[in-house]
Nanobody, 126 residues
Framework: VQLQAYGGGLVQAGGSLRLSCAASGRTFNSGPMGWFRQAPGKEREFVAVIDTWTGNKQYTDSVKGRFTISRDKVKNTVNLEMNNLKPEDTAVYYC????????????????????WGQGTQVTVSS
């Protein structure tokens, strides 16, 4: 199983980017798929997740109203639409997927995920 993340880049503050994560080798249709990010000198943090079974979505507070996570079942991808980007959004963004279902309150924990993409750099200039 592989997750391939792409779509990062350099954008000015207030701009938009769309990240995508393509899964191969397995169709994820029960566990969560999510996005995490890691800025230089900081720990990896949760950004957004979608439960592929229920469709429920969660976001970290700092991105609510600006980021939207979505799932394309046909293409087996998870996407992150990022609008009104801020310099503090600068980080390497990682997609993650879990095989099995897990309760909602655990879906923002990096340790519950089975697979990780390689990361894509997002840089927001001020």
């Amino acid at each position: 199983v592989q997750l391939q993340a792409y779509g990062g880049g350099l954008v000015q503050a207030g701009g938009s980017l769309r990240l995508s994560c393509a899964a191969s080798g397995r169709t994820f249709n029960s566990g969560p798929m999510g996005w995490f990010r890691q800025a230089p000198g900081k720990e990896r943090e949760f950004v957004a997740v979608i439960d592929t079974w229920t469709g429920n979505k969660q976001y970290t507070d700092s991105v609510k109203g600006r980021f939207t996570i979505s799932r394309d079942k046909v293409k087996n991808t998870v996407n992150l639409e990022m609008n009104n980007l801020k310099p503090e959004d600068t980080a390497v963004y990682y997609c993650a997927a879990r095989n099995q279902r897990i309760i909602t309150s655990y879906q923002n924990r990096a340790e519950v995920y089975d697979y990780w993409g390689q990361g894509t750099q997002v840089t927001v200039s001020s």
